[in-house]
């Protein structure tokens, strides 16, 4: 999806009506890739993203306040906060079809002498709020009037503008800071020459990026669409691409929609050019019409227009508002993959070092049969010393041989191989506890692991992430900030049956806990994939007999929540309630059950509860 010229225009007509002249009151970086100002005009506060992520470049108000979300303080924040915080935006301009967007910002610049008289206003606003702005509260008293008033301290003897320049292009997407020289103060990527013959480095002349000779669309005529033909593609939304300035392909396919009824063409057909460069112009001075299309996982597209070759379509109160719910769908998905990403690393560093532990103590395992050998041996010299004869070396004791010294006496060697007996023995003791707690704990790092890649929401993601640290598999970085004390958990995953049956479904280990010994009662249908980590199910039977379509749909559950889930038919244990034990001493969720019967499903999918 790009964020296309006619998106970028229909933004500009926005902000030139809700935040040009305001003044800025907050600069702060929400990400390594984006900037966030908060603008006062028109008697509102109103919070402007700038963002050159590689994938979701883009420029838009949002409606909650922004937080800051990049705790050190880079050069260009630095360069913000002394020549844009404070001052007013005075034009914002986009050169004619390009994905160019310029806020022009003055700031008055005080003398020393000035500067003295405003430090306590300044002290305010910096303890009010530390990335440079003030807080709602503090705002309430330091307020834009407030600000303005430092303007009115003595005359001023002169102002300072610069330039920000906001490109959003995909991979080549930047965020720049210009002086009014036109000399480069900063950006939020810097390009040297090796990465492009562009530069954009502190202190080198700002250039726009290269124009494009292609033909205007907003004076599209029947004869320019003919020449489509000789572009060289056949396809007619590539042709329009290659043809016409500011075209992307979703412009490109609605323009083939309105005057087609179908999204795309070839070039060779018989075509009504007049009316496809009609639909062209209409698309470039129609008066905006903001909406939003639909998917099965949320927002699929957005536009300034009304989109015709998509469906179903929401009409949206502004551009800003389309863009920031299309954009907040997809950095969520990016977001939840990465932070599944992080879990997954730690949870396997986890594993590895435990594994590590579990290989080192099957190490000190293996030596404990040697310990038998040991005492085996004393015990034999001890049975056959009748036999033994002074300097004798070996001994043949069941077709084994036990060697012996010949400058000791038999009784000494007996009596040597106990003392190395005891002293190994109560080395080795608790090995086989400790080897049984280890193994637990990779059952339980595994079952997390299987949790966590069946996870559908940041909050399942989240809270795994959270008993993994609870359970010490995961270790808090010191400079990571504190989470809640009370954090809200994720409650189990409750649906109801064809037979009207409660069914719980665990999707975390405590969640499975909770099922299992909470929610369950003794005479309850216990349900989970059989040899198979995934979540515990529960049908509450409430002393009824549990019909065959509920038990079906419960182990459907089952098989769907495990890492069987890609299978065609898993087999799933059901047991009583009654019948399952807890893991001695081992994490929550792992349990052992008996007297349990194996049905063979299909996996699942939950429906509505």
Known sequence: MYFDTLTLTAITDELRSTILNGRVQRVLLPSLWSIGLEVYANQKRHQLLVSAHPQFARIHLVEKKLSRGVEQVTPLLLLLRKYVLGGRIIAIEQPVL???????IVKDVQSRNQRNQTTELDTALTDADPDGGADDEALADLNAESLENVGAIDAIQETFRCDLIIEPMERRSNIILVDDNNLVLDSIKRVTPRMSRRVVLPRRVYEFPPGQSKHDPRNA??????????????????????????ISPQVAREVAWRALERPTALVSEDLPWYILAA??????????????TLGDEGPRAYAPYAINHLSPVQAQPSISAAVEAFYTAREELTSHSQRRTEVQQQLDAANERIQHQYNQISTQMERAKALDRLRWEGEMIFAFMHTLTPGQSTLEVEGQTIELDPSRSPVECAQERFRAYDKAKSALAGLPERLHATQTQLDGIEQLAVLLDLAEEREQIEQIAREGEELGYIKRKTDAPSRPRRAARVKPLRLVSSDGFDIYVGRSAVQNDEVTFRIGRPDDLWVHVRTIHGAHVIIRAGGRDVPERTIQEAAGLAAYFSRARAENAVEVDLSRRSQVRKVVGGPPGLVTYRAEQTVRVAPLPPWGG
Do not use: H, K, N
């Open 221 to 246: 005529t029947a004869a320019d669409m003919q020449a489509l033909r000789e572009t060289g593609e056949s396809d007619l939304v590539r042709a329009l691409i290659a043809s016409y300035r500011g």
């Open 98 to 104: 390009e994905r160019v967007l310029i806020l022009s």
């Open 279 to 292: 639909r062209l112009r209409e698309l470039f001075s129609a008066p905006w019409e903001p909406t939003l």
